[in-house]
């Protein structure tokens, strides 16, 4: 027999609510000192960092002796090689090709990459919560709560981002569980408390159409169990997971995060932009410090005017929620050389990029199928 839902006090009926863990509203939680701003607009604030002071200028440097370093020209053997390499590591490419091509011109240019990473850290505060299971309270009357800059953790290695959360000192509170409202539990939505829902098989009318005998599934009552709450009528509340009350506290979270700047020089040869970008190239030259000045003078005046861009930029969207940690800026040669050659009447070109020499193929003349992806 199901049960009267009008008796059953000790739940609260959260039927037409979701389930999953809520904030509070910003009127059940007090104030703290110095914390006020968290009851304005959401409960979430993103703290300005303090001032730095600017790193050393960079000073004037003489660039040809930098440009007197030179990538090693790239022969015909060592283009013939790099592309047997890369040949033998494609399934249907044909190595004939390869070992029979006559090579008729290599053109050969070195190009610069310049490249700015900045590392900083950002802070967000806000209100979170977890079940209160009689743990010891850190709140406001142990003392004031620190500023959020002022709060010291552990910073990771440089360039390498990382997520962390702390909990801020002396800003813990117990209260009542919003969700449940103290109970601990709520009304099953799937049987509104009855612990009991019609029967799927027969739908309530305890034997089946057209059938004499009574429904073997719910045995002829009409009813079966609720699957969602084993028959309880209710359901631990998944907020407080049934210990009624709640820890809140303000939550720090710290994100460290590594933007990135690139530049590649024009060139005049057709091989893809975005294989430059992530071609391992020769260090010609690399500044780092806590801030980074734009290079000056640089031969190439496309390189000095991308430092002053990517610098500008990184300036413009992190100097107002951010901390600058380090900035490093490096320039690269990037050595690329166009293979021109003749096979079977015709004439097939090739790039080879990078240091490491890795090959971009335009049209290769000995494949075995169409489905593979050339790179």
Same mark, same amino acid.
């Given at each position: 027999?199901?049960?009267?839902?009008?008796?059953?006090?000790?739940?609260?009926?959260?039927?037409?609510?979701?389930?999953?863990?809520?904030?509070?509203?910003?009127?059940?939680?007090?104030?703290?000192? +110095?914390?006020?701003?968290?009851?304005?607009?959401?409960?979430?604030?993103?703290?300005?960092?303090?001032?730095?002071?600017?790193? $050393?200028?960079?000073?004037?440097?003489?660039?040809?002796?930098?440009?007197?370093?030179? /990538?090693?020209?790239?022969?015909?053997?060592?283009?013939?090689?790099?592309?047997?390499?890369?040949?033998?590591?494609?399934?249907?490419? #044909?190595? @004939?090709?390869?070992?029979?091509?006559?090579?008729?011109?290599?053109?050969?240019?070195?190009?610069?990459?310049?490249?700015?990473?900045?590392? +900083?850290?950002?802070?967000?505060?806000?209100?979170?919560?977890?079940?209160?299971?009689?743990?010891?309270?850190?709140?406001?009357?142990? #003392?004031?709560?620190?500023?959020?800059?002022?709060?010291?953790?552990?910073?990771?290695?440089?360039?390498?981002?990382?997520?962390?959360?702390?909990?801020?000192?002396?800003?813990?509170?117990?209260?009542? *569980?919003?969700?449940?409202?103290?109970?601990?539990?709520?009304?099953?939505?799937?049987?509104?408390?009855?612990?009991?829902?019609?029967?799927?098989?027969?739908?309530?009318?305890?034997?089946?159409?057209?059938?004499?005998?009574?429904?073997?599934?719910?045995?002829?009552?009409?009813?079966?169990? *609720?699957?969602?709450?084993?028959?309880?009528? +209710?359901? @631990?509340?998944?907020?407080?997971?049934?210990?009624?009350?709640?820890?809140?506290? =303000?939550?720090?979270? =710290?994100?460290?995060?590594? +933007?990135?700047?690139?530049? /590649?020089?024009?060139?005049?040869?057709? *091989?893809? $932009?975005?294989?430059?970008?992530?071609?391992? #190239?020769?260090?010609?030259?690399?500044?780092?410090?806590?801030?980074?000045?734009?290079?000056?003078?640089?031969?190439? $005046?496309?390189?000095?005017?991308?430092?002053?861009?990517?610098?500008?930029?990184?300036?413009?969207?992190?100097?107002?929620?951010?901390?600058?940690?380090?900035?490093?800026?490096?320039?690269?040669?990037?050595?690329?050389?166009?293979?021109?050659?003749?096979?079977?009447?015709?004439?097939?070109?090739?790039?080879?990029?990078?240091?490491?020499?890795?090959?971009?193929?335009?049209?290769?003349?000995?494949?075995?199928?169409?489905? *593979?992806?050339?790179?």
């Amino acid at each position: 027999m199901d049960r009267d839902l009008s008796e059953d006090d000790s739940v609260v009926d959260l039927s037409f609510e979701a389930e999953s863990p809520l904030a509070p509203p910003a009127e059940l939680l007090e104030r703290l000192p +110095s914390y006020d701003w968290l009851f304005q607009g959401g409960g979430q604030q993103i703290m300005f960092p303090p001032l730095e002071a600017p790193g $050393r200028p960079l000073e004037q440097r003489c660039w040809s002796s930098f440009l007197e370093h030179r /990538v090693p020209l790239v022969t015909e053997e060592v283009a013939r090689e790099a592309l047997l390499s890369f040949v033998s590591s494609k399934c249907c490419y #044909g190595s @004939t090709a390869a070992g029979d091509l006559i090579i008729q011109e290599l053109k050969q240019q070195t190009l610069c990459r310049y490249r700015l990473e900045t590392f +900083s850290e950002s802070r967000i505060s806000e209100w979170t919560f977890q079940p209160f299971t009689n743990q010891s309270v850190d709140g406001p009357q142990r #003392g004031t709560s620190p500023r959020l800059w002022d709060i010291k953790v552990q910073v990771p290695p440089m360039f390498q981002e990382d997520t962390r959360k702390f909990q801020v000192p002396h800003s813990s509170l117990v209260k009542e *569980c919003h969700k449940c409202h103290g109970r601990g539990r709520y009304k099953c939505s799937g049987c509104h408390g009855a612990g009991m829902v019609r029967c799927p098989s027969c739908s309530g009318a305890k034997r089946k159409a057209k059938q004499s005998r009574r429904c073997q599934m719910c045995s002829g009552s009409g009813r079966r169990r *609720c699957s969602t709450c084993s028959g309880r009528g +209710s359901k @631990t509340c998944a907020t407080c997971k049934g210990e009624k009350r709640l820890l809140h506290f =303000i939550q720090l979270v =710290i994100m460290w995060k590594n +933007s990135l700047f690139e530049f /590649v020089s024009e060139h005049r040869l057709n *091989c893809p $932009r975005e294989l430059l970008a992530k071609a391992k #190239g020769e260090s010609l030259f690399k500044d780092e410090n806590t801030a980074v000045y734009p290079i000056v003078d640089f031969p190439l $005046r496309e390189i000095s005017l991308a430092s002053q861009r990517g610098i500008a930029e990184h300036r413009a969207a992190l100097s107002p929620r951010a901390r600058v940690l380090q900035q490093r800026q490096t320039i690269e040669l990037i050595p690329v050389t166009e293979v021109h050659y003749w096979y079977r009447g015709q004439t097939y070109v090739y790039y080879i990029y990078g240091t490491d020499h890795r090959v971009h193929v335009v049209d290769y003349p000995d494949r075995y199928c169409f489905g *593979c992806t050339i790179i």
